[in-house]
């Protein structure tokens, strides 16, 4: 098992910034993908950005230019550096954690932090 602590969310106006953390602790993968999901009420949970453990990263055309997802392997920690923040994109924010061995993977996911962006 994999458990997922995200912090960081909060409430900023149109134009700041934010940065969130998730730091994972557990059985942990030597190949593994950390990442950072969004969802709206009633919607679908959509992808932000993720990056593994060799450091490729892979982000949302929304967000492309804006956030910044980077890692730290030795403390197992991910994190986002949102930048020019705007309303939309107000969500609650998941980690996600993906492990792969012998060709299997393995998904986690975390609470979730509230990210609110005023105008």
């Known amino acids: 098992q994999v458990q997922l602590v995200e912090s960081g969310g909060g409430l900023v106006q149109a134009g700041g910034s934010l940065r969130l953390s998730c730091a994972a602790s557990?059985?942990?993968?030597?190949?593994?993908?950390m990442g950072w999901y969004r969802q709206d009420p009633g919607k679908q949970r959509d992808l932000v950005a993720t990056?593994?453990?060799?450091?490729?990263?892979n982000y949302a055309e929304a967000v492309k230019g804006r956030f910044t997802i980077s890692r730290d392997n030795a403390k197992n920690t991910v994190y986002l550096q949102m930048n020019s923040l705007k309303p939309e994109d107000t969500a609650m924010y998941y980690c996600?954690?993906?492990?792969?061995?012998?060709?299997?993977?393995?998904?986690?996911w975390g609470q979730g932090t509230q990210v609110t962006v005023s105008s």
């Open positions: 996600n954690y993906i492990g792969t061995i012998l060709k299997t993977r393995y998904n986690y």
């Open positions: 557990g059985s942990m993968f030597s190949i593994n993908t």
């Open positions: 990056i593994t453990s060799g450091g490729t990263t």
